[in-house]
């Protein structure tokens, strides 16, 4: 099987600690005639709390290794924190994942490999994705209902003091990591290489 000239599939990943889901997305890009392509979500997955990264570095490799995902994919992981030795660790094994660090700055910075993204651009790429209807969400979906309760708990919070914004769940204890392996995706997603948005 030949590679695809443009990433079909996006698999976002959101690395989670002791308290956090590790979260996983697979979203098609699919063309559509307006020249803005649409993302449709074909998997969501959340990791039991404490699922070691070598087993989830396991499943997400044996996942790119099978149809539809090989030669037609890229794996785009949140490498905050936590995330950045476990890149190293996904790059040993050959699966040459995008690294997004999110930030609270203003601006995107890094090269293709290794990118710092602010995460209101992240949650902004989100929302211009929905209000186009431009995401879709298969029902059908185990973990759609959950996505779509994070989605509706997400919430800016800017600080009356320092006029800084901040995104997130709006109460502590809700989580948002299926959010977050999907928004890493879709922003990657928007920014392939020939469709001008570098």
Request: charged share 20%; glycine share 10%.
């Amino acid at each position: 099987m030949a590679p695809c000239p443009l990433y079909e599939f996006l698999v976002g990943l959101d690395l989670g600690q002791s308290q956090d889901y590790t979260a996983l997305c697979v979203a098609e890009r699919v063309e559509a005639p307006t020249g803005k392509p649409h993302y449709h979500l074909r998997h969501l997955e959340r990791f039991r709390l404490g699922t070691s990264y070598p087993a989830v570095m396991d499943r997400v490799g044996e996942m790119l290794a099978g149809p539809p995902l090989w030669g037609c994919s890229q794996l785009v992981v949140d490498g905050t924190g936590v995330g950045a030795p476990v890149v190293d660790m996904f790059r040993q094994k050959g699966l040459v994942p995008i690294a997004i660090t999110i930030t609270g700055g203003d601006t995107v910075t890094g090269d293709r490999g290794n990118y710092r993204v602010p995460k209101r651009y992240l949650v902004s790429t989100m929302q211009v994705l929905l209000q186009a209807e431009r995401l879709k969400v298969a029902e059908e979906l185990p973990d759609a209902t959950v996505l779509v309760q994070e989605l509706l708990n997400f919430r800016v919070k800017i600080d009356p003091l320092t006029a800084h914004d901040s995104y997130g769940a709006w109460r502590e204890g809700q989580h948002d990591d299926l959010v977050l392996a999907t928004a890493v995706a879709c922003w990657y997603g928007e920014r392939q290489p020939g469709h001008g948005v570098w």
